[in-house]
């Protein structure tokens, strides 16, 4: 999962099995939370977001999961496909501004 | 029809020029954003500016200055270029300051010889 360190966390899952990349946010205030996905070369894409009045939240082969209490996000993307590879970040909306996670490096394995 | 674009991809310079990077998003935005990726891919805000006023400047060196001639632009002077300038950096926007997605450029890989 994604955490302040000298090193991007990998993750590395089987093509079709399910990925989860998990976040720990700091602000306890922040009420928006969003994950973005980061190919080479490209900027962040979004893929999904979830407010703080709920919990869980479901897009295309994608749900997010918060967890207030802990502090605590994730992403499960369903049925990993090789076009997932990228770099994940979660971001948490505090003090009118987004601050990022240090991501997570997604292969996927043939 | 790219929604945030930034010109140009890729710039190299030497240590000490001042150089201009362009942001222009045609999405009807009124808040536009700059941050600086390090090469650990970390995502950090520099600039925000709503309605082309400046609402966050995040302790950025006075060396940056960003300008915004209108809502759809945003652009960022860099002077005196320093080696630690070496990044990639991003333009976004986003429709108000809070609780909105924002949509990021492609990115200028900046190089500091």
């Known amino acids: 999962g994604e955490s302040v360190g000298l090193h991007l966390p990998t993750l590395s899952v089987q093509e079709g099995d399910n990925s989860i990349i998990n976040c720990a946010y700091s602000?306890?205030?922040?009420?928006?939370f969003i994950w973005y996905k980061q190919e080479s070369g490209k900027g962040p894409q979004f893929i999904i977001d979830?407010?703080?009045?709920?919990d869980k939240r479901q897009g295309q082969r994608v749900t997010v999961l918060l967890n207030k209490t802990v502090k605590h996000l994730s992403l499960q993307i369903a049925a990993t496909q090789p076009g997932d590879s990228a770099v994940y970040f979660c971001a948490e909306n505090g003090n009118e501004k987004l601050t990022f996670g240090t991501g997570t490096r997604l292969t996927i394995i043939p | 029809d790219t929604a945030v674009s930034q010109t140009p991809k890729y710039l190299v310079t030497q240590m000490g020029n001042d150089k201009s990077i362009k942001c222009e998003q045609n999405l009807g935005h009124d808040t536009m954003y700059w941050y600086k990726q390090d090469s650990k891919k970390f995502l950090k805000i520099m600039f925000s500016?709503?309605?082309?006023?400046?609402?966050i400047n995040e302790t950025v060196p006075n060396r940056f200055s960003p300008k915004s001639p209108d809502k759809a632009h945003l652009n960022l002077h860099i002077n005196s270029l320093e080696l630690g300038d070496s990044a990639v950096y991003f333009c976004?926007?986003?429709?108000?300051?809070?609780?909105?997605?924002?949509?990021f450029g492609d990115g200028t890989r900046l190089s500091i010889l």
């Open positions: 976004a926007s986003s429709q108000g300051l809070v609780n909105q997605p924002q949509h």
């Open positions: 500016y709503n309605n082309k006023e400046l609402i």
């Open positions: 602000n306890s205030a922040s009420d928006y």
């Open positions: 979830i407010r703080s009045n709920m």
